[in-house]
């Protein structure tokens, strides 16, 4: 989706591996987002970003870390990834007070 | 705790029906956004509703918003084979402009 890129878009882990999941956008807007979504559950929010620097807790957390080094990225990394960690990864921005979430195209994770 | 039921889950319909998605949530809000995902694919944003009464429409497509029934409904009008689709529901807290809580979804097949 135009102004939002995740990288990679698949990946396949094995269990205890880590790794990064990247998110640029080029509208220059401050609030991110990273979710991850599982079937029939909906979107669970796990950490979001007000502002370069700021970075909180969304809904499920655990196993995940955040950076938000500048205004135009915001990444996710899994320190030790466990099967439980497979799923869709959605990074999504708000344009401005009210305004829509905009999702990327997402990452398809496989943790095995 | 914002907790946010949708229903049905999954919904088959033949073209031509009119039905309605129903979304409902468990504490106060005043924002609650209407999103569209194809199988595969990212979630497009289709309405915000910001008010008590509100109602959006596009195409055979038309939302509302009863905040004091903490309901909001999505009406589909002489379905075609191209709204199928999953549909989500995400509700924002009253004290955070970031924070969504979504809907598990409600998967529509409309049959021809």
């Known amino acids: 989706n135009a102004g939002v890129t995740q990288t990679p878009k698949f990946q396949v882990l094995k269990t205890g591996q880590s790794m990064t999941l990247q998110c640029a956008q080029d509208?220059?807007?401050?609030?991110m987002y990273w979710y991850r979504q599982d079937p029939g559950m909906g979107l669970r929010l796990i950490y979001y970003?007000?502002?370069?620097?700021?970075?909180d807790k969304g809904e499920v957390p655990n196993g995940y870390n955040v950076s938000r080094l500048n205004k135009r990225e915001f990444s996710l990394r899994l320190e030790s990834a466990a099967p439980s960690q497979t799923s869709v990864y959605f990074c999504?921005?708000?344009?401005?007070?009210?305004?829509?979430?905009?999702f990327g195209d997402g990452t398809r994770l496989s943790i095995l | 705790e914002l907790k946010v039921e949708q229903n049905p889950l999954f919904l088959s319909m033949q073209e031509g029906k009119n039905y309605t998605i129903y979304c409902n949530y468990s504490?106060?809000?005043?924002?609650l956004y209407w999103y569209r995902q194809d199988p595969g694919k990212s979630l497009e944003s289709l309405f915000v509703l910001l008010s008590n009464g509100a109602v959006k429409q596009e195409g055979r497509l038309m939302a509302s918003l009863d905040t004091k029934a903490r309901l909001s409904t999505l009406h589909i009008t002489a379905a075609v084979h191209d709204l199928s689709a999953t549909y989500f529901c995400a509700v924002a807290y009253m004290d955070s402009n970031y924070q969504l809580i979504w809907g598990a979804g409600t998967k529509l097949i409309i049959k021809p």
């Open positions: 509208m220059n807007h401050n609030s």
């Open positions: 504490t106060t809000s005043d924002r």
């Open positions: 999504a921005i708000r344009r401005g007070i009210n305004q829509p979430q905009h």
């Open positions: 970003s007000a502002s370069e620097g700021t970075t």
